[in-house]
């Protein structure tokens, strides 16, 4: 299950929000992303390591890209749909994308941005279906 995935990442292995779905997703889609291509993500955690775009969308966003595009982005008609619905469900169940404000809600010391990997978990699923 994906979010059971996400959570080992997020909270036993230490990986950020980005990393977490990126890796998840990897493994629960068997999207075939190597370990350089993983780390990649590294610096999508934090809103890009500075509050901007969560994390979390970004590493849902990755893992519907990496599934959708057999060539190239622009000539993939169904991953702007899919991109769009990833961040506008994000938006509508948090109420922004952006990871500062994003946080400063839904963050705790005990289990840091779980509620939002979590969220953004639940969503990415019914996309990826």
């Not at 997703?25 to 775009?53: H, P, R, T, V, W």
């Not at 169904?78 to 809600?105: I, T, Y």
Request: charged share 25%; hydrophobic share 40%.
């Amino acid at each position: 299950m994906l979010k059971e995935r996400a959570r080992i990442y997020y909270q036993e292995k230490d990986y950020n929000c980005a990393e977490a779905i990126i890796r998840a997703a990897n493994d629960e889609y068997a999207l075939g992303i190597n370990e350089a291509g993983l780390k990649a993500f590294g610096g999508f955690g934090g809103g890009m390591q500075c509050g901007s775009i969560c994390g979390a969308v970004c590493g849902g966003i990755g893992a519907i890209s990496t599934k959708e595009i057999e060539t190239c982005a622009h000539q993939t008609e169904a991953l702007h749909p899919k991109c769009r619905a990833m961040m506008n469900a994000f938006k509508e169940r948090f109420g922004s994308a952006f990871c500062a404000k994003v946080r400063k809600e839904n963050s705790n010391p005990v289990e840091h941005c779980w509620r939002v990997v979590e969220g953004a978990v639940e969503i990415l699923e019914k996309i990826m279906e």
